[in-house]
């Protein structure tokens, strides 16, 4: 999609604060942070939203997670995904938070 943002971040088209990639994916930071630690999980394929993306891109967004808590040594993450009127950008992204003041770390 030659108008999405996210498609153009991915490509590398314009820039963004990218803290990992991998075959499939872009994780890179939310330019609009609501949280210490908020973080945009990617497929660099574009999908427009859970209802066009395939079960393996999934899988390996849950993998992404996983393995993002492991190299930051988070005790905690919490993820938060929008659908239909709720998502402003439609190229499907999670987004994945943690350093919450509760969790005191
Ligand atoms: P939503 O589609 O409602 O789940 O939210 C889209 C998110 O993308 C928001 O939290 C924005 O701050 C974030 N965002 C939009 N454009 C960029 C960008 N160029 N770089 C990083 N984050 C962005
Ligand atoms: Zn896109």
Known sequence: MTDCIFCKIARKKIPAEVITESEDLVVFKDNQPNAPIHYLIVP??????????????????????????????????????????????????????????????
Not at 45 to 50: L, N, P, T
Not at 63 to 74: G, I, P, Q, R, V
Not at 85 to 104: C, N, P, R
Request: aromatic share 12%.
């Open 44 to 105: 660099k394929k574009h999908y427009e939203s859970f209802s066009d993306v395939s079960d393996d891109i999934l899988i390996k967004m849950k993998e992404m997670m996983l393995t993002l808590a492991k190299e930051k040594e988070l005790k905690a993450f919490r993820i938060v995904a929008n659908w239909g009127d709720y998502q402003a950008v439609k190229h499907l992204h999670i987004h994945f938070t943690s350093g919450f003041k509760k969790e005191d770390y």
